[in-house]
């Protein structure tokens, strides 16, 4: 599978971005979907997963209550709506796709990997 992500941009602290990430190739609903983030000099880390079916999703706890991620089998497309984004949520953020049958936080849980859009949060 092929993952596209787009969306990122500069947006003031408090405010809202909506990243989507268009995947194609084989079959969408076979893959659970994730996003992570990664802030200049700092490791990857999970944000976002949902499963493959849609019905379950899981937050990191930074981001719980402030982001919401969804898909749409139609469009083989997930979102992540970023609300009362804070300057430390700057990063790259990064959707990713795993053929696994669970959600996972691990980066290395994940086979397919997107090229990453830029988020800059400013104070």
């Known amino acids: 599978v092929q993952l596209q992500a787009s969306g990122g941009g500069l947006v003031q602290a408090g405010g809202s971005l909506s990243l989507s990430c268009a995947a194609s190739?084989?079959?969408?609903?076979?893959?659970?979907m994730g996003w992570f983030r990664q802030a200049p000099g700092k490791e990857r880390e999970f944000v976002a997963g949902?499963?493959?079916?849609?019905?379950?999703?899981d937050y990191a706890d930074s981001v719980k209550g402030r982001f919401t991620l969804s898909r749409d089998s139609a469009k083989t497309t997930v979102y992540l709506q970023m609300n009362s984004l804070k300057p430390e949520d700057t990063a790259v953020y990064y959707c990713?796709?795993?053929?696994?049958?669970?959600?996972?936080?691990?980066?290395?849980?994940?086979?397919?990997w997107g090229q990453g859009t830029l988020v800059t949060v400013s104070s």
């Open positions: 990713a796709a795993a053929t696994t049958y669970t959600l996972s936080r691990l980066a290395h849980g994940y086979n397919y």
């Open positions: 190739g084989r079959s969408f609903g076979s893959y659970v």
């Open positions: 949902i499963s493959r079916s849609g019905s379950s999703t």
